[in-house]
């Protein structure tokens, strides 16, 4: 069954077109990792889908749901979680509070039952506490909880982001460069974690990543773009092959490769 | 340094941390309570100026200290409250009503600016309060029919309940029922930000990007931001009309507003603890100055009391740019470390990269 | 003919908010940070001036008082920059606005301690005298004001176009930290930049004390040059003289054909509107940010 799906999706910035026809779609369960040489284009559908951008053409689905309706902040509740590439947490809070703010989609309370903090709200906090604890848990941030983003070594703000799209306990995870940044250590842990994610959890991730080892090791699928387009899709292995993927990361023509 | 085990999630839910904390509330609410019983009626006026500046700050705290939008207009909402109190007093409505409904009108205006506001950002947002501020003076004076415009208009004594509360007459009564209000109100902003609502505020104020990210509807909740914000404000407008008695526009010129920013700066950015702190700065520097100035000279010097403001308020963010709060934190920790604390331990983060015309 | 000179009068006033907007346009292009004390600069420069020139102080030539004025003026922006506003280099927006709110009332309070808060009166060589052009009586101060704004817009414009300097500005006005990388010092444009619009504001100033009193609330005009700004389109240099010239011209006609009172409210309504309908302002610079 498929999770999302994605139909000839265009998206210009003026005469730039920085997504130009690209379908695909993420079957429940798997990995879908998109890559692409810098400025192919794989941010872009990030935030398309995340409805931060409108798109120009095409179509977005979620399960039955069209996301191009859709206003950014809609996108959560339905279960999409996401992280970015240079690392959007709430610096001034501290790690528990980053994670506490990801279920904000799951709150159940409207702003006059928090001012009076009833006993409903008090159960609701603790609801929201255990699950975040269970996250903390899982991606072993227990000696970071109380402490401030801003004083946080980068790896450890990575983590959080992914413990914060998380926490909205959403069906599609989208990560956007986990590894970026990262040390040949932790990258090892973001791959684990993401194996967890997609086999204990039930996860569907998917994923923009440069670091090729990481992407051979977890991905189910990948999809290589190049200008807006989509040039290659397939396994790890049948994508890295393919001459027009070999093509846009040396920068030279197809043809000249074959 | 206090150690917190922690074997609840309630610890963190809970209002205080711990007995201690606990403890140092109470003694502090209980102290208030006495206070008319130790001072005399001068200084009772000036603490109940100094409650009525603390809700007001707190209203004005929500919006730019928690969300992050700037007004520097709030003297308006303040406005709102104040002339809706005395409307409603004309009419008869009873305290216990009056007050809320005071309130909920400054918040149901605020909202409605809000609907323009919350489009914009940045300086945008401070220049469109500061014009709403500047506009708020005239309007005053133009709806002079309900108003009494540059006249001004005397506000009825409060009925609660059959006990007539004066300001000057029974300045003690008068004095714990601001600090009644100013309690609720305190422990409704506390509960506010324990909470989702509280934790969206200052996940927008941090990363609008990531607050609309894991689902949060911006501009509902900068919206329901504006009328907590100006509902707070609106209340302390109408403890405002009682304390002053008679009043006229000039009760909420645009340097009011300016004030109130200077207050939660001062005090510190951000935290409920700073609207106090910048309300006792706001409440009793001008006593000390004046003290100050009489050792030297007795003649007036006009513009002192803001000039002096306006210099503690440009110390304040070149030095110490969360406030006295921010200073009360740092020295707490010192002692609670000493002798281990270092000084990069409060080292200042800078952002260089965000640049706010991208946004 | 009546209405030919309200207008007239509108330019001429329309031009010194101009002027005022312009600063606050040049400070913000550049630093990204408004400068909420132009106001109060304007009204510390005329006040400078005034202690040159006149009679009961100084009594120096009016032009060389002026010049030493401005000069003055540049020298204090820029230490400005330098001792207060560079400390908070990469904080958020707003602490610079809360920063130059302040100073603006340190300025405020200083002007009042030295000159007193009863307004003054800056003697110029040409103040009284008249001209009358196809039957409009125009007054020299007028004239002056509109003469030396458009020389002031004009050499900037020549200044951001044809001097290394002016480029530099406009690069890292543009991008600071790809000016950075590219060899500008930004820092040192950041002061020029401050220093050129304290300059500004003392011309302002003057134009603005040679066709009336001023005391040291002057200051507040600012507010109103925030109007033109914004109405201009906050990035855009002409735009501010334009803006200012559109408040100018709006206000005395509101005072004529409005009922008392609402004249007053008349440049903020606007500027209000156009904040409403452009959230920002009629030639933003604002694109999404690229997440």
């Known amino acids: 069954m498929s999770v999302l799906q994605v139909n000839d999706l265009a998206k210009y910035f003026g005469g730039v077109k920085a997504v130009d026809g690209v379908s695909f779609d993420v079957q429940e369960g798997e990995v879908f990792t998109i890559i692409g040489p810098n400025g192919a284009g794989k941010s872009t559908i990030f935030n398309l889908i995340s409805r931060f951008y409108d798109v120009t053409t095409g179509s977005i689905q979620f399960y039955d749901q069209e996301l191009t309706r859709l206003r950014a902040d809609q996108i959560a509740p339905l279960g999409i979680g996401r992280t970015f590439q240079n690392i959007e947490l709430f610096d001034h809070s501290t790690v528990l509070q980053n994670l506490l703010v990801g279920r904000h989609a799951k709150r159940r309370s409207t702003f006059i039952e928090n001012v009076l903090f009833t006993p409903r709200v008090r159960n609701e906090e603790r609801e929201h506490r255990a699950a975040v604890e269970d996250i903390i848990e899982f991606l072993d941030l227990h000696a970071y909880r109380d402490k401030m983003i801003a004083g946080l070594p980068y790896g450890v703000r990575k983590i959080c982001e992914i413990g914060r799209a998380l926490a909205c306990g959403p069906k599609l995870l989208m990560l956007d460069e986990p590894a970026s940044g990262l040390s040949v250590e932790e990258t090892q842990d973001v791959a684990f974690w993401i194996e967890d994610m997609q086999k204990d959890m039930g996860l569907t991730i998917l994923m923009v990543e440069h670091d090729m080892s990481l992407v051979n090791q977890v991905s189910d699928r990948v999809l290589a773009m190049d200008e807006g387009k989509p040039i290659a899709l397939g396994t790890p292995a049948e994508v890295q092959s393919d001459p027009k993927v070999v093509a846009a990361y040396l920068g030279v023509d197809g043809e000249a490769v074959e | ?322 406030g006295i709060y921010g200073m009360w934190v740092k020295t707490r920790v010192w002692f609670e470390l000493f002798p281990l604390a270092r000084k990069d331990m409060f080292r200042r983060h800078r952002s260089y990269l965000k640049t706010e015309r991208m946004k | 003919m009546e209405f030919l000179q309200l207008i007239v009068g509108g330019v001429a006033n329309g031009c010194i908010y101009g002027l005022v907007a312009l600063g606050f346009v040049l400070i913000y292009k550049a630093t990204e940070s408004v400068n909420f004390a132009q106001g109060d600069m304007m009204m510390i420069g005329a006040f400078i001036t005034l202690q040159m020139v006149n009679a009961e102080y100084w009594a120096m030539p009016f032009l060389i008082g002026v010049l030493i004025a401005t000069l003055l003026m540049t020298v204090f922006s820029y230490g400005l920059e330098v ?102 010092p930004v820092k040192r444009v950041h002061g020029l930049i401050w220093a050129l619009s304290g300059g500004i504001a003392t011309i302002a100033g003057v134009l603005f004390a040679a066709r009336g009193a001023i005391d040291p609330s002057l200051g507040l005009l600012g507010i109103k040059a925030f109007a033109a700004a914004v109405i201009g389109g906050f990035g855009s240099l002409p735009g501010a003289i334009a803006g200012g010239l559109i408040i100018g011209i709006i206000e005395p006609l509101a005072g004529r054909y409005f009922p008392a009172g609402y004249s007053q409210i008349a440049p903020y309504a606007i500027m209000l509107l156009v904040l409403v309908l452009r959230p920002n302002g009629l030639f933003s610079q604002i694109q999404a940010k690229k997440a």
Not at chain 2, 298 to 317: E, H, K, N
């Open chain 3, 83 to 184: 001792v207060v506003i560079r400390k908070l280099f990469g904080q958020p927006q707003f602490a610079v606005v809360i920063l130059t709110i302040a100073l603006g009332f340190v300025l405020r309070f200083i002007a009042g301690f030295i000159w007193g808060h009863e307004p003054l009166n800056l003697e110029t060589p040409f103040a009284g005298q008249n001209l009358s052009i196809l039957g409009i009586a125009l007054s020299m101060d007028q004239v002056v004001t509109v003469a030396v704004t458009i020389l002031l817009t004009g050499g900037l414009f020549l200044f951001f176009q044809k001097t290394k300097l002016g480029v530099a500005m406009q690069a890292s006005s543009q991008n600071q930290l790809a000016a950075y990388y590219m060899g500008i």
């Open chain 2, 1 to 322: 340094m206090r150690i917190h085990f922690k074997t609840t999630y309630d610890q963190d839910i809970r209002l205080f941390i711990d007995r201690w904390t606990f403890g140092v509330y109470a003694v502090l609410i209980v102290a208030a309570i006495c206070m008319p019983f130790l001072l005399d009626e001068y200084l009772i006026g000036e603490l109940i100026s100094v409650l009525i500046w603390a809700v007001a700050g707190m209203g004005l705290m929500v919006l730019a200290g928690h969300t992050g939008q700037a007004s520097l207009g709030h003297a308006a909402f303040l406005a709102c409250g104040a002339y809706m109190e005395v409307w409603l007093q004309s009419k008869g409505v009873p305290f216990v009503i009056s007050l809320p409904l005071s309130g909920l009108f400054a918040g149901i205006v605020g909202a409605i600016i809000a609907i323009p506001a919350i489009r914009m950002s940045g300086i945008y947002l401070a220049i469109a309060t500061l014009a709403f501020g500047v506009i708020t003076e005239d309007v005053i004076i133009l709806l002079h029919d309900y108003t009494g415009g540059v006249e001004g208009v005397f506000v009825n004594p409060i009925n609660l309940f059959g006990l007539e509360i004066e300001r000057y007459t029974t300045p003690s009564y008068f004095y714990w029922l601001c600090l009644g209000v100013t309690i609720l109100v305190t422990l409704g902003y506390v509960n506010l930000m324990r909470s989702s609502t509280g934790r969206a505020f200052v996940a927008i104020r941090d990363s609008e990007i990531s607050a609309r990210a894991i689902g949060i509807n911006v501009a509902l909740y900068k919206t329901i931001s504006f009328g907590i914000s100006c509902f707070i404000t609106g209340i302390g407008g109408a403890l405002l009309a009682h304390f002053l008695g008679f009043f006229n526009y000039e009760a909420f010129l645009i340097l009011i507003s300016i004030q109130l920013l200077l207050l939660i700066v001062i005090g510190g950015m951000g935290s409920i603890h700073g609207a106090f702190f910048g309300a006792i700065v706001i409440g009793f520097v001008p006593q000390l100055v004046t003290i100050i100035r009489e050792m030297f000279t007795y003649s007036a010097i006009p513009g002192l009391d803001t000039g002096i403001f306006a210099t503690l308020l440009v110390l304040i963010m070149l030095f110490e740019p969360q």
